[in-house]
């Protein structure tokens, strides 16, 4: 291919694969196999070293007109990072710096560094970088085009919450510099929020600047059961109301659990009860966090929770993580989609009693779990429903999310429109917002080439 | 003046103004009137009731080419709601309602309700809503269109952590509603984030969903003195790290703060030291309040700082906040214009370092105060400066941006551009980022309607 050697001319060899076979990680991402889009027969890797070296790389793509794919871990979930069309996929991987700044409590980080990098650098400093998107192979400018959320954003926000400054390359060249170490500026339209949760469509995210928190003083992970999930569910705007404010409210059921749980080969801390919350507390000292942990007992109790599991220690507060992490994983060889939709807050209990009775018109049983406090559910639709007829997937799909944008819900909370989700985008943008995103696509990117597939194409 | 009856056919006679007498209040703001811009001749006042209104305004002047001024509560201090150019001024302020939802802690609020009413509406319903960007007569819509920060932004962030919808009218007379009462939305770019900022020159805000939070258990302010300002500022970065996060952290000096005093007639709390940190902090009791406030005295005691005064009733609270936001108004007759710079927070002593020097060079002194918790410092350039010659005042701003710029610095932290800084904006923007926000205004007003003589013209 010649694009491949004027690639390794920019690149150097070694920053280059050709080869079908040495590729195959590189041409999927997590998404469940039954929707992920098929990658394209012609695609070579890049994997550039530098803030320049993308800029030659995208020179050359611009003029010739080669769709390219940039790549951080490939733990998306909704085909985003998947090249469906011959090209070039961009990996970032190489650029994977992270320069900590305990004065003002910041790091830059390179995009190809993994979330698990920075939470361990950020530790040895002294400090804490709060959310935790799931997988900790995510690499940091996927997180950030992506505006990836994860289960502690309830007290601290999704990774727009940190993002403070922004390195990004535009498609002619252009090496955008956005922010810095900065809490506040106001300098004309923020391009730095308009970059994240981009997708890669609008420029290719090289490096970042994330704030830091001091670490936590003391934590608990509560584990509390109920009977009934509208219990649990019910219980949530009350907790948000009380002035203790959780870094993380998890809804999560027995069923799922103990299939996520038993894949890992592990214990869920509660024999009692169908429904969970799992909720984590922080706070200066483990005095202070036990009365925060006491205090939403109080409230749980209220809604008939039964006697709480509390994990104090490192190791069993990071095992209830992890079990409630891998669902996806446990569940993924039956799914044949996952879906993120979010709703108010308070109508999160509607949004899963509507897709019980959509899962109910099928003849299945829906899985489903989520974060509570941000009103964020992911539903499984099962590899099972298509014995109703191969359209049932989307059938379902569709009801439910109809049912979210009734309950005035998005149908992606924080895994974003990728190119799965493309056929459903007009349910939550209508047509005067797709065409404002159509136009601000074609003044960064007016040959398409980033990331064709995705959902906005240059107008 | 035709337009001004086909306004009143559209809006209502009582809703358009037209006798310059009358209007003499819309068109100012609170810019210091040495760079406040002129308003124009023939200006005319609509005041409309709803967002189809809005519509139809901007679908007229739209079609005729009429320049419009949205305006909120005129308390910008960059001249952003001076209507420049013969049009229409277009005050928000009949749209003022506000709509609670409890269970979800957000608000549905009209962009002419006033910050006061918010803040006092929440209260009832047993709420809270913590940024204080100054002056409570600001209307909603003109502090989410500028992004106001102000004091109370250390713990919770800026206008823009609280906003999760908005409701704008594009210059073709369509509505825009993006976000919702949700928590996380990631379908398709965040037009909601560009317009938050965007001070009027894409899309007329008419109505926001802001989130609220529960009240503070307990809070306390203290005010810490010192004899050097450095010790002071060095304190900031300690407490930040120290896992104590405080809602606000001010830097004031005694000469500034007494003036502010004496002009409301109020005392400040401290009679010792020279420089003061005022330091907000709440918890969820008075006796973790308390642990808080000690836990920071020590750190600062470590700077020698000096023995502190704690405010803990409401009053005393109120008193302190009052005189530290009312520097600005008791400076002003002395002032010809008022900057608005951030750095990273850890650099703030070497900005007002920089500052007394470039002061020294024109024998004058320059009062500044500011966020120290967000890095943001204000510096009067006094009217005294004129003394040096005509274009000392622009001189001395100059040389402060630029060592604003190489401290990786922003030339506005929280009062944006308006008019008076486009001067000075190539300091903070390059042309690459120029030219996307040029690109981006015209994909929004292609015609320019909107706030023109602000930033960024339509390319």
Request: net charge negative; hydrophobic share 40%.
């Amino acid at each position: 291919m010649e694009i491949a050697s004027r690639l390794a001319a920019i690149l150097g060899e070694a920053a280059v694969i050709t080869d079908r076979e040495r590729m195959l990680d590189y041409l999927v991402d997590e998404t469940a196999s039954p929707v992920r889009p098929q990658p394209a027969d012609e695609v070579v890797v890049a994997r550039p070293a530098s803030a320049q070296e993308v800029a030659s790389l995208l020179r050359l793509a611009n003029d010739e007109g080669i769709p390219v794919f940039p790549r951080g871990g490939g733990t998306g979930l909704c085909g985003g990072a998947v090249p469906t069309e011959n090209g070039i996929v961009l990996s970032l991987e190489r650029m994977n710096g992270i320069a900590l700044d305990k004065d003002n409590l910041m790091a830059t980080v390179e995009a190809g560094a993994t979330l698990g990098d920075l939470m361990a650098k950020a530790e040895e400093a002294g400090l804490f970088f709060p959310p935790h998107p799931g997988d900790e192979s995510a690499q940091i400018g996927g997180l950030v085009a992506c505006n990836a959320g994860g289960s502690r954003a309830v007290k601290y926000g999704v990774m727009r919450s940190y993002v403070k400054g922004v390195e990004a390359v535009l498609p002619d060249g252009d090496i955008l510099r956005l922010g810095g170490k900065l809490l506040k500026d106001n300098a004309g339209y923020d391009l730095m929020q308009l970059l994240i949760g981009s997708e890669g469509t609008l420029a290719v995210v090289t490096s970042v600047i994330l704030r830091l928190f001091p670490p936590l003083g003391a934590s608990a992970t509560m584990v509390i059961p109920y009977e009934g999930r509208h219990d649990a569910i019910d219980s949530v705007p009350e907790i948000l109301r009380s002035g203790v404010m959780p870094l993380a409210i998890e809804y999560v059921d027995r069923s799922t659990v103990e299939v996520s749980a038993a894949n890992l080969g592990l214990e869920w801390p509660c024999r009692a009860g169908k429904a969970y919350l799992m909720v984590i507390v922080d706070g200066e000292s483990v005095v202070v966090v036990r009365s925060h942990c006491q205090h939403i007992y109080e409230i749980c109790a209220g809604r008939h929770a039964l006697e709480p599991a509390v994990g104090e220690t490192r190791k069993d507060q990071e095992r209830v993580l992890k079990i409630r992490s891998n669902i996806y994983l446990a569940l993924k060889g039956e799914t044949a989609d996952i879906l993120d939709m979010a709703v108010p807050p308070a109508s999160m209990g509607k949004l899963m009693d509507a897709v019980d009775d959509i899962a109910t018109q099928f003849g299945v049983t829906i899985p489903m779990y989520g974060h509570a406090g941000d009103g964020n559910l992911h539903a499984h639709l099962i590899k099972d429903l298509a014995r109703s007829g191969p359209s049932a997937v989307r059938e379902a799909k569709t009801l439910i999310y109809k049912e979210t944008v009734k309950l005035g819900g998005t149908i992606t909370a924080e895994h974003g429109l990728g190119k799965t989700r493309v056929p459903d985008m007009h349910l939550s943008l209508d047509e005067t917002k797709l065409a404002l995103m159509r136009r601000i696509k074609k003044v960064f990117d007016p040959r398409g080439i980033l990331n064709p597939g995705c959902a906005i194409s240059p107008e």
